[in-house]
């Protein structure tokens, strides 16, 4: 079992950045893809970006390609969506996600969720 606690959500204007964090418990972090989804308000869920378990390998969407950054810090259990140049569009809950599976790319449900993180972006 991982349990997963997300922080550095909040409320920012247009244009304005965020930096999400992630920290899971365990001693597997590295054995994991790390991943960040979001779900707006009446929409479903959708991945935003994908990190592999050594980093050297990311996917994102293409509508935060450019703007999001994911990264991990094995050492510390921890990963980061740095959230830059941030639209009303982006305006969600943030959820962090591991998987299991070492080509994972969120078109599936994860192995383990999150409890998600409100970003709210004003126009």
């Known amino acids: 079992q991982v349990q997963l606690v997300e922080s550095g959500g909040g409320l920012v204007q247009t244009g304005g950045s965020l930096k999400l964090l992630c920290t899971a418990s365990g001693r597997t972090f590295s054995t994991y893809v790390m991943c960040w989804f979001r779900q707006a308000p009446g929409k479903e869920r959708k991945v935003v970006a994908v990190?592999?378990?050594?980093?050297?390998?990311?996917f994102y969407a293409d509508s935060v390609k450019g703007r999001f950054t994911i990264s991990r810090d094995n050492a510390k259990n921890t990963v980061y969506l740095q959230m830059n140049n941030l639209k009303p569009d982006d305006t969600a809950v943030y959820y962090c996600?591991?998987?299991?599976?070492?080509?994972?790319?969120?078109?599936?449900?994860?192995?383990?969720w999150g409890q998600g993180t409100q970003v709210t972006v004003s126009s």
């Open positions: 996600a591991v998987d299991h599976r070492p080509y994972y790319r969120g078109t599936s449900d994860p192995t383990y």
């Open positions: 990190m592999s378990r050594s980093g050297d390998r990311t």
